[in-house]
Every structure is written in structure tokens, then in C-alpha cells.
């Protein structure tokens, strides 16, 4: 609250203890001096500051306190209103960006009406087979908007307008259905060029939407609004202009005839006041553009016709190319702002004050395509530096080559580029690009970069051979940067690529025909990037762990790089294959002799130093599972390392940075588990990537190790682990790193990627939530289809594993069959895993889930039992229904998070069972609650509190605990306002476990 | 302002909305219109063969034209 006591006029200047100071400016200055080092300075200090300040010896100490006080109200409240204003300029770019697309699909209905209506036309036309068939032919070919033509078409016509004879009926009706025809193509169609009229917005309280023409022959304008009043009565008052347009003089009907159909035709003189000339009778205006509409299908003749052009031009000399450049400006703006390609609003991404922006989908276009549209807080020129220099934000992006610069002539530049990308699994090749770009100004002061593929149809110069790689095709793609008022800029990223899914196996295809995967990993990924650089510039971001952003930002990158190079193995990095012992070729395993080549040709793969011993070798595999959703299995991977790490294997990487490595141990997974401290290092905005540091607790894994005993650290990627997201990879990369944490430690990254495998045939599918999944398991087949394929859950997903160690020359052989058995041993486990998360009726470990385990119906039954029992009340209201499945579905899906916890004296107790409720508040899977103990989830009073009650469950079989608070297994804290604690009784009524009931729960 | 953004808000949730709207419509209508071009394709083919019978011809397409409006 502001304390009034300042700022007003004083006779005295503030030199009584009354209520009003007023400070002169050098006090004022004086006191801003202290506010900004320290804004809540102490009563001591405060009093200090009068002693030692002269200016201010003359103030009461309370005084000076009143002043910060409301020093600091007023700084809140500015902020405050600072905040509401960057949400203001947001919303309200946001609501021009969907004005227009608004405006763009109002457009495009009443072409598609108009199209409709015209076909409709035409079909009756040709059935009454009474009309001349080669007239209407020859309509229906030519119905092509061309500015240029329609002049043309005019011409054409003119004979059929000669022939009819408008002085009788029949001639005056047609004239009026032409008439009709055209206006209804301005009303509702784009026979005129709109543009909305500034000033007047659609919204509740606004008369309407008004548009007027642009570039028209003649001005138009036009208005479409809601009245309260009847058809008929609207019509009436309308045609009656004298009534309602001031300059009108007089309006004299000089003859009146009937249309025949109904309607009616009447014959008008208008006069108009100066300055306004009459207006023209309609017969005259009648004969412009009365052809005008598009028929998709004649698009292509276009195209066609455009091809002569295209050998003409010789594609070697920069006129070439910047009419290369021009061309594909158009149709990458084409895709920006219009509908160029069939877009689709991709699911998950709505708009709103915090949202990315808008992204769209390709749907049946040749290639895949995706476009995003976002708001951005940064100048359009350092946003186009910052999306042009891809590497920094396209994770998958290798090299970036530019090979010539050549100066367009009007401000822009074309630019011929080479581009190699990493293969995102072993099982398919790396794809490379050869583009022009071309960045330019248009007129109205935005700034545009797009780029395209030159081929063989476009012409151009041939780009550099490359053996290793497939070339991919980039149709017109870019970014379209408006300055926005107010400050920063909004952003159009159109991504179109056709990445030649042919040349890939079967299996991966999808991969490749995914526009939403596209989505996620090009264009999302470029706006998210430039949003989180804009929100580091304006301090938004806090620094992690004491680093500054772009320094996270470069481990996140060595960390991902790294981690490509691993899995693309380059010939040309020094990568070449080690032919395996055994015989079994499941796992490949590659040595680098060279590590300091590391990286390629860029400079972004400085990562490496020679440090790591004589050289680098890799063991990596790739296997595809079925219905298991990336995102739980990443997630399950990081949260549960001792279920596939073993601790030696760890020991040996993390052994290698230091001087002397030591001995190779032989691999056995989960042999020694370990515990594991996550340590949050940073996260992106959006929080679909965390950079952390994993302490692994040391212990010594053999006895003559035991002085060796010291913790690890690893430096740890994990992204795409929330599960709403559609079409994203989830992966889990990690390095060992040493206590130092230097900000250029060297990084030899291992790890996980895990791509869903979207098929054509289920747009929808592969909803990537797990939870779902099961839930549509339990009720059965009502809610499948729609979410999943055609199983309800049948979506593929391929991990590909990396592992890297260092090796000297002597240890060779032993470190290729340690990796070579511990990434055999990973898959293992990862296959056992897959097997427990997957929604999948009788698999091993989440049977208890399934509507078919008898075990699940079974314990559900002692549950609902006993507790009917013990309390003499119906767990879900009315027991009325017996049948097992009912049971369970609702014990599932009930509102109240039900756990059931082992019953051991020996042992302390862990949860063995949750509903869909429980899993969502201890914040785990079904799998993964078997290794939460009770303990740990239950707080200092919870714990008291069960303990102290226990008696009375063990005897009258239940009690009630008072509201509290406890953990999930996260660590986030769930506060509960009653757990009711039940002995769950088996049939012979001996105990079989503690059932937990917490009521009306939240997160805290 | 807030009351503003709040209000900005709920607008843009409302074109978001019609948006969606005209994007469904939009499809219907290109679905509809493929399909009357086909029928207009085949008519006119039909038309131009002076050996159809004149007769057979319009029956023939006045009934697949009524299947096309369903």
C-alpha cells in the first residue's frame, strides 16, 4: 500500500514531523543513490545515511523509511505495469497475426463458395444439354484469375455480350444474373482485392467487419455486420438510399419487370450531390472481371507455362540466379502468409500469452512442410542473424558451408550453401543440401531470408559431390521477419523439405514423411531458439549453477554434436569400423585414431582435445520398439540409472579423463547399483530441455578399488520428456566430466535417442501418452481409434544407443569387448523395460494393469472389500455392480489417488500398487512405483501420525489421518487434506497389504 | 490494462476459433469442389463425344450429378 506522505507541497520543507515532506531533487538523487544498491536498507543503515549524509540530516528517520517504502511500491508497481504492457504488445500482435490469417481463410472460403457455385453453374448448364456445348466449355477453361488476363477474357467475351439482346426480358435478366453473380463475388468471394479497413476490428461490440479495395478498377468497399431485424425489412430499408445516403438526390425507378424466377428487375436513375458523380448504371460495370475464379486444377497449366522461362534463363549468371531467388521468394511467401500448401493447425499448439505461436502442418503436399509463426522481443535484423546461422539452433545440422556471395543488385544477397545434416539413426544415411539463399527487404520494411534447392529443373551451378551422403531437396523454405510495433518482431519460419524417404528401409520411412516431426525438430526448434536468446538478452533467463546462458548453451551443443558424430560415425572425422570377435554384428563398433579431427569442418566441434588417450571408440546399436512412448522411456531411463548403468562402466569413462585410466572392467548392467543426485544446471524456456549435472555416489566396486572411492559427475542433456508433445524425439545424453567443471572440459558424450515412428496411415496416432494408453487399455475398446492406431496402441518407436570410451593402444581389444557387451547389455534392459512400459495386456511386470490380469481384479476386490468392511461405506458410492472389470475401472479412474503399500515387519514398507490418480501424485509409472518406499513419500508428521495409528488399523482395520503433506517422487511437494489408511484383507481374511486413500490432494 | 489483455485475450481465443471454423469449412469446400470438377470433367468429356447419344448421356449425368450434391 502507497503511504501517503510525500510529494505534496509543504510550506516548511519537511523539516516538522507532520505528515507531507517534500524532498528537494538532491534528495531525492541522494536517496535513489542508496535504493539502487541496496532498495530495503536496514533501521541502522537508515539512520546511518542521516548522520553521514548532510542533505539528508534534516529528515526524520521515519520519514526515510516512508520513502522506501513506498520507493519500493512504486518500483513494484512499475514493473507490474511493465509486465501487463509486454503481455499487451503480445496479445496484440498475436491477434493481428490471427486477423490476417482470418482474413486469409475468409478469403479462401468464399473463393471455394464461389468456385462451388460456379461449378454447380456450369455442371446445370452442361446437363441442360439445350446450350451450345462448346461455349461452355471454353467458359469453364479459361475461369483463371491473372490480372493480366483478365483484360483478355474481357475481349473473349465481348461477342456473347454483342449477341444478346438486352433490349427485350430475357436479355435484361441475363444481364442482371451476371450482375448478381459478380456481386456476390465481391460480397462474400475476392473479385476485389480487400483489404480490411483500419480502424475497424471484429469483436463483440463492432458494427461489423469493413473492408475496402486495393487496386481495383474503380474504389469499392464493403461491410458485412448483424441487425436485429428481419430479411425482408433489412431489404426494404436499403433499397430505399434516399433514405440513408445524405448525398443522394434522387432515385427514380423508370420501369419495373419480373424476372420470371421470382425475383425482380427494375430499371434506375440515381442522382448524386457534387462531390460524388452519379453513379454508373450496372450494365456497364457488369462486363468487369465476370470470370473471376480459380480452379486449383488449372494452377498447374500455370506452372507449365512457366517452364519455357525456365530453360530459357541460364542459371549460371547472377541474372540467373536472382531469378531463381525471385522465384523462390514468391512461393516461400506463398507458404508464409498464404495456402500454398494445405496447412493444418498442429495439434497441442495453441495460441495464448505464453504460447510459441502458431504452427501449422503440411498435409498431402509433395514433401513434408511445417510453418511457425511467433511473436519475438528482438530487432528483425538480429533475429535473421541469428536463424541464419543454423548450426547454433538445428541440433541435427553438421556444416553449414557458404560457397559464394553475390550481391543481387537491389540491397539483397544470394548466397550458395552447402549444408550436411546428421542421420538420426544408424539405420538410414545423413542427408546434405545444396541451396541458394536469398535475403532481401520488401517493401513494406520486413525482412525476408529463403532458400531453395538447386537442381537439375531449376538450373544453376552443380553443388560439391559427397559420397557418404543422400542429397535432400529444400523446396522455397525460410523465414519472413515483420518489424512489430512497439518493438521486436514477428517471425514466419516456413520449413519444406522432401528428405527422399525412398532411399531409406522401410521401416524408418515414417521418419521421413513426418511433417511433425519436422515441426518439432526445425521450425519450433528455430523459434524457440531465437525466444530464448531474446529472453536471455532481457535477463528474463536466471543463470545456472553460476554460468552465463550461452555457456550452458555451448555444453548442450558439445553435448548433442558429440553425440552425432558418435552415431554417424563420418569417414571423414576419422571414424572406421572395428570387426567384432565374436562374430555377432547386433552391436557396431567403430574406432577414431584421430580424435583431434573431431567435429568436421566447423568450428563448432572444437570440443575435443587430444587428450583422450590414442584413441576414441564408439559402440552403437539401434532397435525399434513397439508402443512404447519416447518420453516415458527417456524419462524412466534418467530417473532409474541403476536400472541399465553399471557403476564400473561408469568408473572406467569417468576414470579416462584423468591421467592414468584404470583397469577395464568387464561389463555386468545393474551389478553395483549406485545412487544418482540430479543437479539442475539450466532448462529452456519452455522446458523441453535440461542440462544437469548427475552425481553419482561413490563406492568402490572392488575391494582392491577401495581407496578409489570418490563420487563421478556427468554432465547429462535430457529433452523431449514431456509427453504432450507431438512428433518429438526424447533423448538422453550424457558425458563424464570432471569436479572442475570447466567451462571447455572435453566431452566424449554417450547415450540415448528415441524417435517415434508416426505411420501415414494414422495422422493422429502415436499420441505419446502413456497414461492414456492405459486408461483406453482399461475401459476396453470405447475409447480407442480415435488417440491411437488402429489397436488402440500400436505405434513403433527406434532407439538408437551410443557409447564412447577412450582407449590406449594396449587396451584396445579389451575396451571394444567391454563396450561391445555392455551396449548388448543396455539393449537388454532396455528391452525389459520397454516390456513394463508399454500398455500392452499381459506383459510381464504391468499385467497388474490390465483388464485380464486376474491378479489386478483380484487385489482390486480385497480393496473395495475391505474397505466396505472395515468403514461399512462404498469405496465408489454404490457397490451395486460386482463384475470385476467394473471394479477396477473404477478404482482406476477414481477422483482419489489409492495406493497400496507392502506389509513386511522386516522390511520397510514400498508401494506395490496405485490407481491412475496415485501414479499422477507420486509423479511415477507402475513400474517404477515398486521402488518407492512408503518412507520417503510420507513426511516427519505423516510418518508419526500412520505410526501412531497403527494399532488401530491393525485392529479395527482403519483410521483416518489428518490433513498433511508428502513427496512425490520428484521431489515436489503434494499436500493432502485426509489419507484413510485401510488393511486390505485376502479372501481368507488373513493381511495382505496397506491401502492409502489421499483425499483431495494438490501439488504444493 | 488488464481488464484489456483479458478481454484481447478471450478475442483472439474467439478468431483462434473461427479460424478453426473456416479451416473445416474450407476443406468441406475443396472437397466438394474436387468432386464437382471430376462430374464437370466427365460431363464435358461426354458433351464433346459427338458418337454418345445425346439422350443417354444427360440421364446419365443428371443422376450421378444428384449423387455428387448428397
Avoid at chain 1, 436513375?269 to 480452379?295: H, I, K, L, R, W
Avoid at chain 1, 570447466?742 to 508416426?758: C, H, K, N, T, Y
Avoid at chain 1, 513386511?904 to 514398507?909: I, L, Q, R, V, Y
Avoid at chain 1, 503434494?974 to 486413500?997: G, I, P, R
Wanted: glycine letters at 8%.
Amino acid at each position: 500500500m502507497m503511504v501517503h506522505t510525500m510529494h505534496r507541497e509543504s510550506p516548511d520543507k519537511g523539516l516538522d514531523s507532520g505528515k507531507y515532506v517534500r524532498y528537494t531533487p538532491e534528495q531525492v538523487e541522494a536517496l535513489e543513490r542508496v535504493y539502487t544498491e541496496c532498495p530495503k536498507p536496514s533501521s541502522l543503515r537508515r539512520h546511518q545515511l542521516i548522520r553521514e549524509s548532510s542533505i539528508l540530516s534534516n529528515i526524520e528517520p521515519k520519514q526515510i523509511k516512508v520513502w522506501f517504502q513506498n520507493r519500493r511500491c512504486r518500483e513494484k508497481q512499475r514493473k507490474e505495469a511493465a509486465r501487463l504492457q509486454t503481455v499487451n504488445r503480445k496479445l496484440n500482435a498475436m491477434n493481428k497475426l490471427l486477423m490476417e490469417e482470418n482474413d486469409r481463410l475468409q478469403k479462401q472460403v468464399s473463393h471455394l463458395v464461389y468456385d462451388n457455385g460456379h461449378m454447380k453453374h456450369q455442371l446445370h448448364t452442361v446437363t441442360s444439354s439445350t446450350f451450345a456445348s462448346g461455349t461452355t466449355t471454353d467458359n469453364s477453361c479459361e475461369s483463371v484469375v491473372v490480372s493480366g488476363q483478365q483484360h483478355q477474357q474481357q475481349n473473349s467475351n465481348h461477342p456473347q455480350h454483342l449477341q444478346r439482346d438486352a433490349n427485350n426480358p430475357a436479355g435484361l435478366l441475363s444481364i442482371a444474373e451476371e450482375a448478381l453473380a459478380e456481386f456476390l463475388s465481391k460480397a462474400t468471394g475476392t473479385a476485389v482485392d480487400w483489404v480490411q479497413m483500419i480502424g475497424m476490428k471484429p469483436g463483440p461490440d463492432s458494427i461489423g467487419i469493413v473492408s475496402i479495395s486495393r487496386n481495383c478498377s474503380g474504389i469499392a468497399a464493403r461491410a458485412c455486420g448483424l441487425v436485429s431485424l428481419e430479411p425482408m425489412k433489412v431489404a426494404e430499408i436499403l433499397k430505399d438510399r434516399q433514405s440513408w445516403l445524405r448525398d443522394c438526390r434522387c432515385v427514380d425507378t423508370l420501369s419495373v419487370i419480373p424476372a420470371g424466377n421470382g425475383g425482380t428487375i427494375e430499371l434506375i436513375y440515381t442522382q448524386m450531390y457534387a462531390p460524388y458523380f452519379g453513379m454508373q448504371a450496372s450494365g456497364t460495370t457488369t462486363d468487369n472481371s465476370c470470370e473471376s475464379v480459380v480452379v486449383s486444377g488449372q494452377q498447374h497449366q500455370q506452372q507449365n507455362s512457366n517452364h519455357p522461362q525456365h530453360l530459357q534463363r541460364d542459371a549460371n549468371n547472377p541474372a540467373g540466379l536472382l531469378s531463381i531467388a525471385e522465384e523462390a521468394l514468391a512461393e516461400f511467401l506463398s507458404k508464409a502468409t498464404g495456402t500454398a500448401v494445405d496447412w493444418v493447425q498442429m495439434i497441442g499448439m495453441k495460441p495464448g500469452p505464453d504460447s510459441i505461436g502458431i504452427v501449422s502442418i503440411s498435409r498431402n503436399c509433395s514433401g513434408i512442410a511445417a510453418r511457425a509463426c511467433g511473436l519475438v522481443s528482438l530487432e528483425p535484423m538480429k533475429v535473421a542473424e541469428i536463424l541464419k546461422d543454423r548450426q547454433s539452433w538445428l541440433r541435427d545440422c553438421r556444416c553449414v558451408d557458404t560457397l559464394s556471395v553475390i550481391p543481387a543488385g537491389n540491397g539483397g544477397t544470394i548466397e550458395l550453401i552447402y549444408t550436411q545434416m546428421y542421420a538420426p539413426t544408424t539405420l538410414a544415411a545423413a542427408r546434405d543440401f545444396w541451396t541458394l539463399r536469398y535475403s532481401t527487404c520488401l517493401e513494406d520494411g520486413s525482412y525476408v531470408v529463403c532458400e531453395r534447392s538447386l537442381t537439375s529443373t531449376t538450373g544453376g551451378p552443380n553443388g560439391p559431390p559427397s559420397s557418404s551422403f543422400v542429397r535432400a531437396e529444400m523446396r522455397p523454405s525460410g523465414f519472413l521477419i515483420r518489424p512489430c510495433d512497439g518493438g521486436g518482431s514477428i517471425v514466419h519460419i516456413v520449413d519444406h523439405v522432401d528428405l527422399d524417404a525412398w532411399s531409406v528401409p522401410e521401416v524408418m520411412r515414417p521418419l521421413y514423411e513426418s511433417s511433425k516431426i519436422l515441426a518439432q525438430k526445425m521450425t519450433v526448434a528455430a523459434l524457440r531458439h531465437v525466444r530464448q536468446i531474446a529472453q536471455e538478452t532481457s535477463g528474463e533467463v536466471q543463470y545456472g549453477g553460476g554460468r552465463q546462458p550461452a555457456v550452458l548453451r555451448t555444453f548442450s551443443q558439445k553435448l548433442c554434436r558429440g553425440f552425432n558424430d558418435a552415431v554417424n560415425g563420418f569417414v571423414d572425422d576419422g571414424w572406421s569400423p572395428l570387426g567384432s570377435n565374436d562374430g555377432a554384428e547386433d552391436i557396431s563398433v567403430m574406432i577414431n585414431l584421430s580424435p583431434g579431427k573431431f567435429g568436421g569442418p566447423s568450428h563448432y566441434g572444437s570440443s575435443f582435445l587430444p587428450s583422450f588417450g590414442s584413441g576414441v571408440l564408439c559402440a552403437k546399436a539401434s532397435m525399434l520398439l513397439e508402443n512404447v512412448p519416447p518420453a516415458v522411456l527417456v524419462r524412466f531411463l534418467r530417473e532409474h540409472r541403476s536400472e541399465w548403468a553399471d557403476y564400473g562402466v561408469d568408473g572406467y569413462a569417468a576414470a579416462s579423463l584423468r591421467a592414468s585410466p584404470f583397469a577395464v572392467p568387464c561389463a555386468r548392467a545393474g551389478g553395483f547399483p549406485s545412487n544418482q543426485v540430479i543437479l539442475p544446471l539450466a532448462q529452456t524456456v519452455e522446458h523441453e530441455e535440461f542440462l544437469e549435472v548427475v552425481r553419482l555416489e561413490g563406492h568402490a566396486y572392488s575391494p582392491e578399488e577401495m581407496g578409489l572411492a570418490r563420487d563421478m559427475y556427468l554432465l547429462q542433456l535430457c529433452s523431449g520428456v514431456d509427453e504432450n508433445v507431438v512428433g518429438g524425439c526424447a533423448q538422453l545424453v550424457f558425458a563424464p566430466i570432471d569436479e572442475s567443471f570447466a567451462d571447455d572440459a572435453p566431452l566424449l558424450p554417450s547415450g540415448f535417442r528415441v524417435i517415434p515412428l508416426e505411420h501415414k496411415s494414422t495422422p493422429n496416432g502415436a499420441s505419446g501418452n502413456r497414461t492414456l494408453d492405459l486408461a483406453s487399455a482399461l475401459e476396453g475398446s470405447t475409447r480407442q481409434g480415435s488417440e491411437a492406431g488402429p489397436n488402440g496402441c500400436n505405434f513403433r518407436s527406434v532407439v538408437t544407443i551410443a557409447f564412447q570410451f577412450t582407449f590406449d593402444n594396449h587396451t584396445r581389444d579389451s575396451v571394444a569387448s567391454m563396450a561391445r557387451q555392455y551396449v548388448r547389455s543396455i539393449v537388454g534392459s532396455i528391452q525389459r523395460v520397454a516390456l513394463a512400459i508399454a500398455p500392452r495386456p499381459g506383459s510381464s511386470i504391468s499385467s497388474i494393469s490390465a483388464p485380464t490380469s486376474p491378479e489386478a481384479l483380484t487385489l482390486v476386490r480385497w480393496i473395495s472389500r475391505s474397505y466396505r468392511v472395515h468403514t461399512g461405506a462404498n469405496l465408489f458410492g454404490s457397490d451395486s455392480q460386482t463384475s470385476g472389470d467394473t471394479l477396477l475401472r473404477q478404482l482406476w479412474s477414481h477422483t482419489d489417488a489409492i495406493l497400496c503399500c507392502s506389509l513386511k515387519t522386516n522390511a520397510s514398507p514400498v508401494f506395490t500398487f496405485a490407481n491412475q490418480t496415485g501414479l499422477d501424485m507420486l509423479e511415477t509409472t507402475l513400474v517404477a512405483l515398486q521402488d518407492i518406499m512408503l518412507d520417503k513419500t510420507l513426511d516427519e508428521s505423516g510418518r508419526k501420525a500412520l505410526c501412531s495409528e497403527f494399532p488401530k488399523i491393525m485392529q479395527q482395520g482403519y483410521a483416518h489421518l489428518p490433513a498433511g503433506v508428502c513427496a512425490s517422487s520428484m521431489g515436489r511437494l503434494v499436500s493432502y487434506e485426509q489419507a484413510t489408511v485401510w488393511k486390505v484383507l485376502e479372501d481368507d481374511e488373513s493381511n495382505h497389504c496397506l491401502a492409502f486413500m489421499f483425499v483431495n490432494w494438490s501439488f504444493v | 490494462m488488464e481488464r484489456l489483455n483479458a478481454k484481447l485475450y478471450l478475442q483472439n481465443c474467439y478468431i483462434v476459433k473461427e479460424n478453426e471454423r473456416l479451416r473445416k469449412k474450407a476443406e468441406i469446400l475443396n472437397q466438394e469442389n474436387q468432386q464437382l470438377l471430376i462430374e464437370l470433367n466427365q460431363k464435358l468429356s461426354k458433351t464433346k463425344d459427338p458418337n454418345e447419344s445425346k439422350q443417354g448421356s444427360s440421364n446419365l449425368s443428371s443422376s450421378s450429378f444428384a449423387s455428387g450434391q448428397s
